[in-house]
Every structure is written in structure tokens, then in C-alpha cells.
């Protein structure tokens, strides 16, 4: 069953939260608020008479609370097949000038609606939690967008208990928190080092006393990529070289007045230290300790970063697009902040051919195991980033082999290929139906 745009916002919004409340079962106050197409709240039946049928299960309040004003949003199939709780939250710097919810939320809820599917956007905050929760009872799944932030009535163990909650009730989670940290976290560079795609010489500490013995050695034999698992955007990523080259693989580690040479990736400017004071520097990306998600990662430094990154867009197991990542002219940090220039390419480029082989054919499905999230599908939207190098050191041989240097699936954006969302939709809507048969299995299991 399709669906038809709206014509006007007040109808869409009206009949969103309407049929929403009537399948959802929360109560209202009793007052028979609506919300009109600005957003505020008017009486009952003043603007959409189509929604009588559906009943005044929402207070005015609840309504603003949960959902705000969702411009945009198409009406909800009568009769759907299924229902998606789309989350996001209120503020941060990923939303439009006078727009409440991301530039992609809407457009995706749309497609899913297209599929026949309910799909609200509904605003995570602490205060509604609880409500949220009874929400959930009879959805079939939910996909978090919201973007690492600080955000108000917002804290972040709640919002991941609510999905872990929501999660364990049968809900399809698009994604679950364990997925999120394990797979975007920097050390899954060092899981994912057998792969034809991984970096053989990486290294992950989670100690001091690990960092403290782990990088006079490694850097001793070559340039290295030091990374902390927290910041985005290169930032706590640094290149750092010795200053004096001729000390390389002279011996098998470097005393601690080495000086050294260092570039933070956020924007390429440099700094100078020993090996000593940076030790020390960097001893504050394991504050918190391994259970907060401190760590260091160390890497060999693949010196055609200076061709950029190639960044891979998935919906699921598909690639969507290639976008070619190149630094600046003297820089090596591929970020838009440094000044780099983006490129996209199709999935299918012929440039890309041997990455789209070794990856996608051979590794893809491979990655969650080694990651330990077997348990889980892939995830709706996520990316990975590689880097150019040879087949072993020096990493440069003049064949274009790559690796992974970061994955990430913490609310990927898509708001400049909206033209994505029904291969977004498509896959959300799988992955609950594959949710639903596990179910189904796992009851006439206990009876059968």
C-alpha cells in the first residue's frame, strides 16, 4: 500500500500524530488539542476532520514533547504493514536554520511510509523516555538518528538504555548501542587487521602501561598514525615522524628524549615534542579506562594519504556511492574543515574495482564476526573509509591495494543524496521483517 503527499502540512502532521497516538495506546488529558500546520496547538476538529475516526489519544503537551512539528511528513497508511519509530532530538548543530528535526529524518520516514509502513519521527528527551517506551510496544523497529551532541534533557546511558530496552521487547534495532560503539570504535581497526582490507601493523592499547612500552617500539621502525578513540573530524589523530629520520630501524625502540615530529588531521598544523611529552600528552585518550571506551590506536602511517580517502557508503550490505576524500595540496588530512575536495563516484567506478572486489566480496562477510556483533545485522546506513597502500613496508609498491582506516555508523548523514532514502526505507523495512520471522522461529521453537 502506497501512500499520498500531503497537501497540506496541518492534514499531514494532524493525521501522523493522530493515527500514531490511536495505535500506540497512550492517553490523553482529555483537552482534545491538535496541532496546526505552524506547529501550535489548536482545538480539536478546527483544522483536519479526517482524523475524528482516529480519536484524541495525545495531550498537547505529549504531542509537542514527542514529535514537534514534522513539516512534511506524509499521511500514515490506514491499515500499514508495519511500524518505525524514527528517533532524533532536539538542538545540535545537524539541523537547518528553523527546522526542529534532521534534514534526512523526514525524507526517510516518507519512503517507509511509500513502503506502506508507519514511520514516526519522534524526539528522544529524558522526559519522554517513559512514553517512548510505551510506544514501543507495538512497533516492529526503530532507527536512531541522533548525531554525538550534547543536547538538553538529554543524557546519553538513558537514551542508549531505552534502545537496549526497546531492543530486548523484539524490537529490529536500527542500530543497538553494542553495535554502535563496537563498530565505530578505533580499535576495530586492530580486529579487522586480517582482513585483505586490514592493516597488518596496527596496534590498540588500552593501558598507560601498554602505550608507555607499545610506542617507542613501533615507532622506532617508521612514521605512525596515533588515534584516540573519542573526537571526529581528524580530531586527536596525529602523523607523528621523527625529526631526525636516520633514527629509523637503527634500533628496536627510541629513548624518550627522541624529538619528534607531529600533525594533528583536524587541520594540519604541527606541534613539536619528545617521545617523552607526548607519551604523557596522549595519556589523556585513556582517562576513564577501557570500560568508557579509552584507547589508543596505533598504526603504520600509509604515506599515499596524501591521495586522499575513499570513503564507501552502505544501505545494508549495499554500496551506494564512492566518495574520492583528497587533502588539500600540502596537507594530508581529508577532512572539509582542512580543505579537502570530495569526489563522488558510482559503486560501480571502474577506478575503484579492486577496492569494491576485496572488500565487498571478500571481507564484508567477514566484518561483524571479527568485530563480535555476529549477533546483529549490518547496520541501515554506515561508511567505511580506506587508504592507499602497498602490499607490505613500505606500503608502497605503485598498485592500488587498500585499508580500512575507520567505520562508522553513528547516524551517517545523507542529507545531500536524499535520493537514497527508498534503498534506506527498502532496508529498514527488511530488517524488521527478518526481525519478525526470527520471532515467529523462535516461538514455534518453544512449542514444537
Not at 37 to 42: A, H, L, Q, Y
Request: with cysteine.
Amino acid at each position: 500500500m502506497s501512500s499520498h503527499p500531503c497537501i497540506s502540512l496541518s492534514t499531514c502532521a494532524l493525521l501522523a500524530l493522530n493515527l500514531t497516538a490511536g495505535f500506540l495506546g497512550l492517553s490523553d488529558d482529555g483537552n482534545g488539542s491538535v496541532v496546526s500546520s505552524e506547529g501550535v496547538f489548536t482545538e480539536a476538529g478546527q483544522s483536519c476532520p479526517s482524523l475524528e475516526r482516529f480519536g484524541k489519544e495525545f495531550s498537547a503537551k505529549n504531542r509537542q514533547l514527542l514529535f514537534g512539528n514534522p513539516a512534511g511528513l506524509r499521511m500514515q497508511p490506514e491499515e500499514p504493514e508495519g511500524r518505525i519509530l524514527v528517533f532524533g532530538a532536539r538542538g545540535g548543530d545537524d539541523k537547518s536554520p528553523g527546522q526542529e528535526h534532521r534534514g534526512d529524518t523526514i525524507p526517510i520516514c516518507n519512503a517507509i511510509i511509500e513502503l506502506g509502513w508507519s514511520c514516526i519521527p519522534v524526539f528522544y528527551s529524558d522526559s519522554a523516555r517513559n512514553l517512548i517506551l510505551k510506544m514501543g510496544k507495538t512497533a516492529d523497529g526503530y532507527v536512531s538518528r541522533v548525531n554525538p551532541d550534547v543536547y538538553e534533557d538529554f543524557t546519553l546511558s538513558k537514551f542508549e538504555g531505552m534502545l537496549e530496552a526497546l531492543h530486548e521487547r523484539g524490537l529490529a534495532a536500527m542500530a543497538h548501542p553494542r553495535m554502535i560503539g563496537k563498530f565505530g570504535a578505533k580499535d576495530a581497526l586492530a580486529k579487522v587487521s586480517a582482513l585483505s582490507t586490514g592493516l597488518p601493523d596496527t596496534l590498540a592499547y588500552y593501558t598507560p602501561q601498554a602505550w608507555t612500552e607499545g610506542i617507542p617500539t613501533t615507532l622506532s621502525q617508521g612514521p605512525r598514525v596515533i588515534k584516540q578513540n573519542r573526537g571526529s573530524q581528524g580530531e586527536g589523530v596525529w602523523i607523528a615522524r621523527l625529526v631526525d629520520e636516520r633514527l629509523y630501524r637503527v634500533n628496536d625502540t627510541l629513548p624518550l628524549d627522541t624529538k619528534l615530529e607531529l600533525m594533528e588531521a583536524v587541520d594540519n598544523h604541527k606541534e613539536y615534542m619528545t617521545l617523552g611529552e607526548f607519551i604523557t600528552f596522549a595519556m589523556k585518550y585513556l582517562e576513564g579506562g577501557e570500560q568508557e571506551g579509552a584507547q589508543i590506536i596505533d598504526q603504520a602511517f600509509m604515506p599515499r594519504i596524501v591521495e586522499g580517502e575513499v570513503r564507501v557508503l552502505f544501505v545494508g550490505s549495499t554500496p551506494v556511492e564512492i566518495v574520492h576524500k583528497k587533502p588539500k595540496p600540502g596537507g594530508l588530512s581529508a577532512t572539509l574543515k582542512a580543505g579537502a575536495t570530495y569526489t563522488k563516484y558510482a559503486p560501480d567506478a571502474p577506478e575503484f574495482k579492486r577496492l569494491m572486489s576485496a572488500f565487498v566480496k571478500r571481507d564484508l562477510e567477514q566484518l561483524l564476526p571479527v568485530l563480535g556483533l555476529e549477533e546483529h545485522p549490518l547496520p541501515l546506513l554506515w561508511t567505511a573509509d580506506f587508504i592507499l597502500g602497498g602490499p607490505r613496508p613500505p606500503w608502497v609498491d605503485g598498485k592500488d591495494y587498500y585499508f580500512i582506516g575507520e567505520l562508522n555508523c553513528a547516524c551517517v548523514g545523507m542529507t545531500t543524496q536524499l535520493h537514497l532514502a527508498p534503498r534506506v526505507a527498502a532496508e529498514a523495512v527488511s530488517i524488521c521483517k527478518r526481525k519478525r520471522s526470527q520471532k515467529r522461529s523462535l516461538w514455534t521453537s518453544m512449542f514444537w
